[in-house]
Antibody, heavy 117, light 106 residues
Framework: EVKLQQSGDELVRPGASVKMSCKAS????????MHWVKQSPGQGLEWIGT????????SYNQKFKGKATLTADKSSNTAYMELSRLTSEDSAVYYC??????????WGQGVMVTVSS | DIQMTQSPSVLSASVGDRVTLSCKAS??????LDWYQQKLGEAPKLLIY???NLQTGIPSRFSGSGSGTDYTLTISSLQPEDVATYYC????????FGGGTKLELK
């Protein structure tokens, strides 16, 4: 069974950074890309970026360049996203989602990030 | 960036109705379009991939069609469990999601 298990919800201070994880199981991690998607409260979905673990290649939505950093650890089948210099605009739910040929067929449960002092 | 416009933003329908949701791209996306269903408090779920392919396990009352810039998700007979927000998503270039259609029961 394919599963993407994301790390727990985060409460972080403005200006800080947060790093979240997405542990994949039930498939060969390097056969698929991993997307990261943002959903602000009561809002729609935004693509943040994609990492291809096999070749450690990343691509980002221009809006999130400098904000998000995507990495992957092939030895533990885990993808990571770090968000830096957090503001209230970064308070949202963040999802990882497995992708092949563009389609994302399995999603993690989401990480809620709350930026507050 | 390719803009995806969904209409309507809110749709009220009755159980058993045939429901049609629309998604329009700002340029040709070559059928590189998926549809997702998101229920409150849950992650999005893939319904349809590459315009008209039903994802495994999804009821056959869901179908997709379209080409070029115009795409449609159809629910042939609305069920109570279909209440959700539906998003289109293009991956032809720099992936983008539509703004969503919230489907409610009348």
């Amino acid at each position: 069974e394919v599963k993407l298990q994301q790390s727990g919800d985060e409460l972080v201070r403005p200006g800080a950074s947060v790093k979240m994880s997405c542990k994949a199981s039930g498939y060969t991690f390097t056969d698929y890309a991993m997307h990261w998607v943002k959903q602000s409260p009561g809002q729609g979905l935004e693509w943040i970026g994609t990492i291809i673990p096999l070749i450690d290649t990343t691509s980002y939505n221009q809006k999130f360049k400098g904000k998000a950093t995507l990495t992957a650890d092939k030895s533990s089948n885990t993808a990571y996203m770090e968000l830096s210099r957090l503001t209230s605009e970064d308070s949202a739910v963040y999802y990882c989602a497995r992708s092949f040929g563009g389609t994302t067929d399995y999603w993690g449960q989401g990480v809620m990030v709350t930026v507050s002092s | 960036d390719i803009q995806m416009t969904q209409s309507p933003s809110v749709l009220s329908a009755s159980v058993g109705d045939r429901v049609t949701l629309s998604c329009k791209a700002s340029q040709n996306i070559n059928k590189n379009l998926d549809w997702y269903q998101q229920k409150l408090g849950e992650a999005p779920k893939l319904l349809i991939y590459f315009t008209n392919n039903l994802q495994t396990g999804i009821p056959s009352r869901f179908s997709g069609s379209g080409s070029g810039t115009d795409y449609t998700l159809t629910i042939s007979s609305l069920q109570p469990e279909d209440v959700a927000t539906y998003y289109c998503y293009q991956y032809n270039s720099g992936p983008t999601f539509g703004g969503g259609t919230k489907l409610e029961l009348k």
